[in-house]
């Protein structure tokens, strides 16, 4: 079985940073898109940032120039540098994966067939 587990969650004063990690373990193609959607509190889920297998990515316009995307096929690892963290970016934070799909603009949950549990992060004023 496919599964994600993120880490690397935590608490933060405003302005602070994290490194989030996602491992992937069990098959995925080795072209599988990842991303990332967050939960912020009391709110629907949202969609952050996508990676495909060639590097090419895409963040919302809400965290880019502050949240970079990147993976290591490697290691089957995708990766979310959160920097100049703010308030309102508190919220669960889970990893997704799914195929490439001709069309898909990756930033739906329903583009992906696999999802993490979720890492928390809070950031507190």
């Known amino acids: 079985a496919v599964q994600l587990v993120e880490s690397g969650g935590g608490s933060v004063q405003s302005g602070g940073s994290l490194r989030l990690s996602c491992v992937v373990s069990?098959?995925?193609?080795?072209?599988?898109?990842m991303a990332w959607f967050r939960r912020p509190t009391g709110q629907a889920r949202e969609w952050v940032a996508w990676?495909?297998?060639?590097?090419?990515?895409s963040a919302a316009d809400s965290v880019k120039g502050r949240f970079t995307i990147s993976r290591d096929n490697a290691k089957n690892t995708v990766y979310l540098s959160v920097d100049n963290l703010k308030p309102e970016d508190t919220g669960m934070y889970y990893c997704?994966?799914?195929?490439?799909?001709?069309?898909?603009?990756?930033?739906?949950?329903?583009?992906?067939?696999?999802w993490g549990r979720g890492t928390q992060v809070t950031v507190t004023s």
């Open positions: 069990g098959y995925t193609p080795s072209n599988y898109v």
């Open positions: 990676i495909n297998d060639a590097g090419t990515s």
């Open positions: 997704a994966a799914g195929p490439r799909s001709y069309g898909a603009s990756y930033e739906r949950a329903a583009d992906y067939l696999y």
